[in-house]
């Protein structure tokens, strides 16, 4: 049983495309993220969402825009791709709470996209 | 603001040599402190952790311990494997955030 999945695992498009990568969590977390993970394997957060609700947005363009449509999903959509945008995509989730496991995060297995 | 900084790699190793990773954090207040393990083509997985100053985490051999006077969480094993082989990132989490913030990460590659 996959804990934290994305679809789709690859995503090749040219620029100027709109496209979208899935994510779901079957852990009963309340809390989900996206990372940005770049060329050189540096790793930065841009949403996340506490059940439903965005509560971090770091500086990222507007053409990227997440939606949680309940607290076991959280979709990123891209307008208007760039070559820039080329980069591996992480989902994540956590719980929330006070029993100590709120600090870990569970991650998906990563969306690798492309921009051509 | 928070911080991270770890040793750049790749850092080349031979089977069951000791094995020394340095991370070093800025941060205000009193954060978690925390190793994951990248294996290749997979996803972020958590190695350990530590809480308050003084903690040790300990998973799979390895180790880390929260040096609050140093600012630092260096990860250390004994005897590494090759499939120890990954990159692995430093990173911490202020009380009260969910955001962790990543140092850049370090490529470990282990030979026979």
């Known amino acids: 049983d996959t804990a934290v999945s994305q679809t789709p695992k690859y995503l090749v498009t040219q620029m100027g495309n709109d496209k979208s990568i899935k994510c779901e969590q079957n852990l009963g977390h309340d809390t989900m993220y996206w990372y940005k993970q770049d060329s050189k394997k540096f790793l930065k957060i841009m949403f996340s969402?506490?059940?439903?609700?965005?509560?971090i947005n770091e500086t990222v363009p507007n053409r990227f825009s997440p939606k949680s449509p309940d607290k076991a999903h959280l979709n990123l959509h891209i307008n208007s791709l760039e070559l820039g945008d080329s980069a591996v995509y992480f989902c994540a989730s956590s719980p929330t709470g006070t029993s100590g496991r709120e600090n870990e995060q569970f991650f998906g297995p990563g969306t690798r996209l492309t921009v051509l | 603001g928070n911080s991270v900084t770890q040793m750049e790699g790749p850092v080349t190793l031979s089977e069951e040599a000791f094995l020394t990773i340095n991370c070093t954090y800025t941060a205000t207040g009193y954060p978690s402190l925390f190793w994951y393990v990248q294996y290749p083509g997979e996803g972020l997985q958590l190695l350990l952790k530590a809480t308050k100053a003084d903690d040790k985490g300990s998973n799979k051999g390895f180790e880390a311990t929260y040096r609050k006077e140093t600012t630092s969480f260096h990860l250390e094993k004994g005897s590494v494997q090759v499939s120890d082989s990954a990159v692995y990132f430093c990173?911490?989490?202020?009380?009260?955030?969910?955001?962790?913030?990543f140092g850049t990460g370090t490529r470990l590659l282990v030979s026979p």
């Open positions: 990173a911490l989490r202020r009380t009260g955030f969910q955001k962790l913030v």
């Open positions: 969402y506490n059940n439903k609700e965005l509560i």
